[in-house]
């Protein structure tokens, strides 16, 4: 069984900066993807970053450039530098591990931009 676990949501003001760590406890091990995802109120849930074992990721056009999803594999670990926050950017992010046959994700961390 795989856990995970988040922190580093809050609230911040329009254009500042937020730090999301997930860690990974269990039996995990091998080749699999690390992403955020998040859902607004009264939206899906939508891909933000993911990256790969090896280092390549991908992001969702509205936070390119602002975003940066990074991973430490000995730490079983994903981050996600948020910069520029926007209050269009408040949702609940979601930490997702995905092996070849299973996935798993973690209970969410809000994130509100406001003044």
């Known amino acids: 069984q795989v856990q995970l676990v988040e922190s580093g949501g809050g609230l911040v003001q329009p254009g500042g900066s937020l730090r999301l760590s997930c860690a990974a406890s269990?039996?995990?091990?091998?080749?699999?993807?690390m992403g955020w995802y998040r859902q607004a109120p009264g939206k899906q849930r939508e891909l933000v970053a993911v990256?790969?074992?090896?280092?390549?990721?991908n992001y969702a056009d509205s936070v390119k450039g602002r975003f940066t999803i990074s991973r430490d594999n000995a730490k079983k670990t994903v981050y996600l530098q948020m910069n520029s926050l926007k209050p269009e950017d408040t949702a609940v992010y979601y930490c997702?591990?995905?092996?070849?046959?299973?996935?798993?994700w973690g209970q969410g961390t809000q994130v509100t931009v406001s003044s």
């Open positions: 990256i790969s074992s090896g280092g390549s990721t």
């Open positions: 269990g039996s995990i091990s091998g080749i699999y993807v």
């Open positions: 997702k591990v995905a092996l070849p046959a299973v996935q798993y």
